[in-house]
């Protein structure tokens, strides 16, 4: 029930950052911890439910502590990727566990690479524009919901 729960949740949420991330290209920082709040909270829920482990509760907390931080330090010293989006992967790998992130984050990316080179060969804009990537990672996000249901 948890899970069901976790994915209207996080399709709301993404619904919304994505709706900001195309028309500001940039994102709320409030819906972001609202969402990591939510997710933690089902995240508890799940472990008293017994669908979820303590200890694999800790592992995703970790994970996603970790790649955020290092996807920050990506944004901040190289600027290959946004600060919202760095957060966002955090809060997915976090909330959702590392395998259901690395399908969503591994999704996500193919999409917007597939966009991008249809974007440079129909010369619509030029290499250093930058397209939102909450649509995308909402795709790979719906996309993954089988895994996430029946698999993880």
């Known amino acids: ?30 819906l972001l911890e609202m ?3 939510f997710g933690l909270l089902l995240n508890i829920a799940d472990v ?7 200890k694999e509760l800790v592992i995703n907390l970790l994970a996603g502590l970790t790649l955020g931080l290092l996807l920050v330090i990506l944004s901040i010293r190289l600027k290959c990727i946004g ?9 997915i790998t976090a909330n959702l566990g590392i395998a259901n992130a690395i399908r969503i984050i591994l999704l996500a990316s193919v ?6 080179i249809i974007l440079l060969l129909i010369k619509k804009f030029g290499r250093k524009y930058r397209i939102a990537y909450l649509p995308f990672v909402l795709m790979g996000f719906l996309i993954n919901i089988p895994w996430y ?3 993880v």
């Open 1 to 30: 029930m948890c899970k069901i729960i976790n994915i209207c949740i996080f399709t709301i949420f993404l619904l919304l950052l994505s709706y900001e991330d195309l028309r500001r290209k940039k994102i709320s920082c409030l």
């Open 35 to 37: 969402l990591m709040v």
């Open 48 to 54: 008293f439910l017994g669908n979820l482990s303590a």
């Open 83 to 91: 600060l919202g989006d760095a957060m966002i992967c955090a809060v």
């Open 111 to 116: 999409l917007s690479c597939i966009l991008s």
């Open 149 to 151: 249901i029946y698999v």
